[in-house]
């Protein structure tokens, strides 16, 4: 396995009493796409903050192309915003309605100082390449599609020749046939420029057509993560499967039961002891209450923090 392009280890981040997420460990390699996937409120986009550099680590380790993030913006500001952009979730927002799309993607390249015929020539074949002409290039964002802005927020980013991109639901809001033509976009920038996406989405069908490795997250941990085809055809994590199961349509083929889930998910500022998930899981025994289960790896290579996993979509222990 190559050296990941950027690993998160043990990593929490907190918000005066509230711990949002609690020793989370991420690898993510070059080239890859990994899925970020929860419950509105699990901790992912608190994850993507700490990745972009808008929320510090209250503990653990960041680390960019083998180097501490957390040391090397020290002495280097832009150590990180060089290589990790955020895509943001709702890029209208992200895009100041005062100035044109010209002038949108000049901003960047005017702030960092590489602004030249170059770099301006290479923005414009990259919003080509997009779909988007030269005509846009004076429009202003409110004339713009859900669609257009998002691939205008998307090229923004891209003026800064990240390596990695972490996309906060990315396509939620788009009709289905745009959803597509966005994830396909992101797939043909992600191979043409060597690009690695954090792709956060509670949007488990679009996960399971972009990723190639998914992590699930619940109350602010990791309880599942392995190969995205894996998990979706056999979780082990009772978690994993009920979110699949309320999700039918991500796999037609094989007919799911529905499972519903009690009660709300907890607050993050008393999370419930033992595992966090014993009062909602629908096989949960006593020592779940009292003993919290360790992320471990199983010979299938996934990783799952449950005392009593699901193989393919059974109970593995019955005693
Ligand atoms: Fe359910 Fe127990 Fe596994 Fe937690 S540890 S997911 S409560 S079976």
């Known amino acids: 396995m190559t050296t990941p392009v950027l690993s998160l280890k043990g990593a929490s981040v907190r918000y005066g009493d ?3 997420v609690d020793g989370v460990s991420i690898d993510l390699h070059v080239g890859e796409t990994l899925g970020l996937v929860g419950e509105s409120g699990c901790g992912k986009s608190s994850i993507a903050r700490a990745i972009s550099g808008l929320a510090p680590l209250s503990a653990g380790s960041y680390l960019v192309e083998s180097e501490d993030v957390a040391v090397k913006r020290r ?3 832009r150590f990180l915003s060089d290589r990790v952009q955020l895509l943001f979730q709702d890029p209208v927002a992200s ?10 993607l000049a901003e960047p390249l005017k702030i960092r100082k590489t602004f030249d015929s170059e770099s301006w020539a290479a923005t414009i074949a990259l919003l080509q390449d997009m779909g988007l002409g030269e005509q846009f290039l004076s429009r ?3 004339q713009l599609s859900g669609g257009q802005a998002r691939r205008v927020a998307l090229a923004r980013v891209l003026t800064a020749r990240p390596k990695i991109i972490v996309a906060d639901e990315p396509t939620a809001g788009l009709d289905v046939s745009i959803q597509g033509d966005m994830l396909n976009l ?3 920038l992600r191979d043409k420029l060597g690009l690695s996406y954090l792709f956060i989405s509670h949007n488990l069908n679009v996960v399971g057509r972009v990723t190639e490795r998914v992590a699930i997250m619940y109350l602010g941990q990791i309880v599942e993560t392995g190969k995205t085809g894996l998990l979706f055809q056999s979780p082990a994590h009772p978690y994993t499967q009920a979110l699949l199961s309320s999700n039918l349509t991500i796999d037609p083929q094989r007919r799911r039961e529905r499972i519903i889930l009690k009660g709300e998910l907890p607050s993050p500022r008393r999370p419930p002891s033992g595992c966090r998930f014993h009062q909602r899981c629908p096989v949960a025994r006593d020592i779940c209450a009292t003993l919290q289960p360790r992320l471990e790896t199983r010979e299938d290579g996934r990783a799952v923090a449950c005392h009593f996993p ?3 979509g059974t109970q593995a222990m019955t005693g």
């Open 18 to 20: 509230l711990t949002a």
């Open 75 to 77: 002495s280097n500001r």
């Open 95 to 104: 895009l100041s309605p005062r100035l044109t799309v010209g002038a949108l």
């Open 140 to 142: 202003y964002p409110h």
């Open 186 to 188: 992101l797939r043909a």
């Open 310 to 312: 699901l193989t393919g």
